[in-house]
């Protein structure tokens, strides 16, 4: 008897459990979007991202390419950095990046090395993205969800780049 019903808890706890994690993937994401929405401010191309560990943000940045005049001031690399000196840690073996728009070959070689174990980004970039180069870019071991506020991110993208040409 027990075993009859050992199957049907462990598919409701499982449900619940993906449906916990659809809200927390929707909160990060929409952390990372305010994050977008700083750069965006600024007049940076708006992406941003949050490193979370279990249900908290240790890391956080945006876009500061053209304040700090350095093309490696990309969201990712700037969150990556928070998350490691908050650890004392350059791996991040036990963390989840959340980030608005598909990260970068550079982003995605530096969430390799920190050994990432999740990656959520919002909208794809077919131009820049690492995804044309296949999910083996990142880290064996890093699971990777995609299209979490995808339509969000993708606006406010498009706003700035309409803004920048009129």
């Given amino acids: 008897m027990l075993s009859d019903e050992c199957p049907v808890f462990i598919k409701q706890r499982t449900y619940t459990l993906n449906i916990q994690a659809d809200i927390l ?3 990060f994401m929409a952390e990372a979007m305010r994050q977008a929405e700083k750069a965006y401010e600024e007049g940076e191309i ?10 908290r943000i240790i890391g956080k940045g945006y876009n500061q390419t053209e304040k700090l005049n350095d093309v490696t001031a990309h969201a990712e690399m700037i969150a990556i950095t ?3 000196d908050n650890l004392g840690s350059k791996y991040l073996s036990d963390c989840t990046l959340y980030v608005t728009l598909e990260p970068c070959v550079m982003c995605a070689g530096a969430l390799y090395w920190t050994q990432m174990n999740r990656v959520v980004f919002g909208a794809a970039d077919e131009k820049r993205g690492f995804a044309r180069l296949g999910k083996v870019i990142l880290h064996p071991k890093t699971s ?15 706003k700035f780049f309409k ?4």
């Fill in 25 to 27: 993937d929707n909160y």
């Fill in 163 to 166: 803004k920048l040409r009129t």
């Fill in 144 to 158: 990777l969800t995609t299209g979490i506020l995808a339509r969000e991110s993708q606006e406010l993208l498009l």
């Fill in 82 to 84: 928070a998350a490691s």
């Fill in 46 to 55: 708006p992406v941003g991202a949050v490193v979370v560990i279990g249900e």
